[in-house]
């Protein structure tokens, strides 16, 4: 069974806390007020807006060594919705790997509206698919694992230099929900 | 009725043909040796690899004045298949658009497999949805009624800036299939 920590209690947080326990693995989910407690999890999913990952690393760099670590994020510029805030050449995943050498860093769970991921269903039609994009293969394996026994499907999505591309993808995702051409309770899904 | 031109007589420039038919529309099939006919169309479809619409775009520039051009390309670096090889902040519809400043260029049918096209389904399960980008709103109704005619969803991926996502998912599709995870019949299926 994998042990696994969530920091972020807003709704993505809450869906992939849902992710875990349905698949009979444990949780932990930390909010802003629980700074002071060190991650337990094998695996820390960051749950939280891309603009306080790095204040999230600064405070428990070393909690995270040797840990899976889960990136969720979608660096989007919400001041024009028509870009990214990260390099054009690199993704939110590229500089969270860099900041934490020493742990395993995956990006996964970006591509899934949070209601997706509660409901199994994308817009009731498809199976939920979350894509798992990193360069530890027994990493993904575990992630896969828990997405899998929960009811979802995990794929493959590939190295952690697919994150760029896994961006892309959830930042459209995100400009169409917006532009109300697709629900958020729906969105692209992936027929093999 | 729209007449359209198809460049290009591969797998995905008959897949597209076969749409225009469908639709109630006109098409030519234009190949290596017909570069010496000029293009009649109203909508000019670039169904080249991404290497050879240079070229095409030299032979027939003048030809595509005034036309909606439509790029339906995935630049992949297909030696590494790690990148695309366009500028990484651009997109192969920028460069064409920066190239044909006199045209209405779109972006479309990158994220639709030619099997999709011909079928209409993604893997037999859910409607293609063919995503249109570009800053002519004229030029996406045209293409997106041709598109909706053959019973195909057509939707409006907003401007032209967006097919920089359209080619990070149409390359992330083809990562997909290369890597056996899904089939060439199916991928990426758009839930409203």
């Known amino acids: 069974m994998a042990h696994v920590s969530i920091i972020g209690t807003g709704n993505m947080g809450q869906a992939v806390a849902g992710v875990v326990s349905r698949s009979g693995n444990s949780v932990e989910l930390l909010g802003r007020s629980d ?48 870009s ?17 050498p020493q742990s395993r860093v995956l990006k996964a769970f970006n591509t899934t509206f949070a209601a997706t991921l509660a409901s199994g269903t994308v817009g009731g039609e498809q199976p939920t698919t979350v894509l798992i994009a990193g360069d530890d293969a027994d990493a993904k394996s575990l992630l896969a694992g828990i997405v899998s026994g929960a009811g979802l499907r995990a794929i493959d999505a590939g190295s952690l230099r697919r994150a760029r591309e896994l961006e892309a993808l959830g930042f459209h995702q995100i400009t169409l929900a917006a532009g109300e051409k697709i629900a958020w309770t729906a969105g692209f899904a992936l027929v093999a």
Chains 1, 2 share one sequence.
């Open 84 to 100: 990214l805030v990260v390099p054009a050449d690199g993704s939110a995943a590229a500089e969270i790997a860099a900041a934490l």
């Open 35 to 82: 700074a002071h407690r060190a991650v337990t999890g094998d695996v820390v999913v960051l749950a939280v807006p891309y603009g306080a990952v790095a204040e999230v690393i600064d405070q428990r760099r070393d909690q995270l060594t040797g840990k899976v670590v889960v990136d969720i994020t979608n660096p989007v510029d919400f001041e024009t919705f028509d």
